[in-house]
Structure formats: C-alpha cells, structure tokens
C-alpha cells in the first residue's frame, strides 16, 4: 500500500544485470523466488529499509498496477523499447506457498549495454499497492533456478532455466517441452550479472561461451562454459514451446 515501508506488503523481485548487444531482442524470465532467504533478497531493495514480512509469494493484482518494470544502466549505451512477453504470467499464491513469475520482452535500438527487470510481489498482507523500482547495492546471492511458464488452455509454455556459473566450470542441461507441444523458434539465453556496487560495466562483463544444441522436435540442450567474471554471474537458458 501507498505509504508502507518496503516489505510490509510487497517487495520488488529485481534482476541483476543483463547484458544486451545492439540491435537484439531479449527475453527475461522472473520469479517471485529471487525474494526468498536463500537469495537474501537479491537485488530486491536500493538500500533503503524493509519489513522482513516475507515471503512475498504472489504477484501484485494486475488491475492494480503493472506487476514487470525494467530500466537501462549507465554503464553502456543500451536504447530500450519493450516488446511482447513470450511466456504467461503465473499468480503465485500465498496460501499455497507457490511463487508467481513473470517476464519481460525488450529490443535495444542502440549500443551495447545492461538491463534490469523488476516483478511485484506481495505477500500474504499485501492487496493494493503503490510500486517503485528498486536495485540494492548489495551482492547477489546467486544460485540455479526454474522459471516456467506454461499456459495449458492456450497449449504454450516459456522455459527458463537459470545457472549459477563458476569460472572454467562447463554446465550442460537438456530442457524438453511439456507433453503434447513442440519447439517454436530459436533457443536462446541471456547472461546476468551481479556486481556489489550495482553499476553495469560492459566493458568489464562476464564472458560466457554458449552452446545451443536442437533436439529433436520439443527439447534443447545448452553447455555453458564461465571464461571471464568479476560478478556472480547467471545464465538463462530459454525453450519456447507450442501446440504439436
């Protein structure tokens, strides 16, 4: 609500860093999850204090106010417009400990550079509210998670697998679509990173060798291989998946 302190009600489940080149498309998946202990509540608040009133399971009511947000970093030259979300949006619910995820889409009509994502998230207190983005200065507690996003009465689904990644350490995973739908479109990733001081550099981001690999009809593999960092850094591998 307008006025409460951060967490009494809702709190921001904020990306870090994403590095985006020029003239490409993203997609971000987001899950409510980055707000659990775990994480340490990530890039979830901008210094300023909180009410530890988690979790914060739930997406903000979209008749609200819009539950995804996302802004552009000073540390490049990154010109954003958004475009559509792929996947769908999951609730989430409070009663039933299950986290809400979202997405956001952006195309970058300049140079090189980093984007963030933030989704609202409420708990169980948490009705109405007025939202602000926020990014702590604090480091990132980074770990693998799963994203998914599938939208059965429409048969589509968005699959997003995120990997903590260590430097000269190869990750491999396969994804496969849900029963009865297909692989529409390219496979793709995104590289996020988390410095402690929260300012984007592209000139000192991660290096990150990707491989994307079809299989079949309905699945993908990725292999990930960290070659440089000087942030925790995450990669999202990215299935999309339709009807068969």
């Known amino acids: 609500m307008a006025g409460a302190e951060l967490g009494t009600y809702c709190m921001q489940s904020v990306t870090g860093w994403i590095q985006i080149n020029g003239g490409a498309s993203q997609q971000q998946a987001i899950s409510c999850a980055n707000n659990d202990s775990a994480s340490g509540l990530a890039y979830s608040v901008d210094g300023q204090p909180y009410v530890d009133a988690g979790p914060w399971y739930a997406l903000v009511p979209a008749d609200s106010v819009p539950p995804i947000a996302w802004q552009t970093g000073d540390g490049g030259d990154a010109d954003l417009s958004s475009e559509a979300w792929f996947g769908s949006n999951t609730d989430g619910s409070n009663s039933s400990a299950v986290y809400g995820s979202g997405g956001a889409g952006v195309t970058n009509w300049g140079g090189n550079g980093g984007w963030q994502a933030a989704l609202a998230c409420v708990n169980a207190a948490g009705a109405l509210f007025e939202a602000s983005f926020g990014a702590t200065a604090a480091s990132g507690r980074v770990r693998d998670r799963t994203i998914d996003s599938v939208d059965k009465v429409k048969g589509k689904a968005f699959l997003a697998r995120e990997y903590a990644v260590k430097k000269n350490v190869t990750r491999t995973d396969t994804r496969t679509c849900p029963a009865g ?22 000139k000192n981001r991660s290096l990150v060798d990707v491989k994307l ?4 009809k309905n699945a993908g593999s990725v292999k990930i291989t960290l070659t440089r960092a000087k942030n925790p850094t995450v990669v999202q591998f990215q299935l999309r998946c339709v009807k068969g």
């Open 213 to 216: 690999t079809s299989k079949g």
């Open 181 to 202: 739908m297909v692989r529409k479109g390219k496979l793709a990733y995104t590289v996020q990173e988390f410095p402690a001081n929260n300012k984007f550099s592209w």
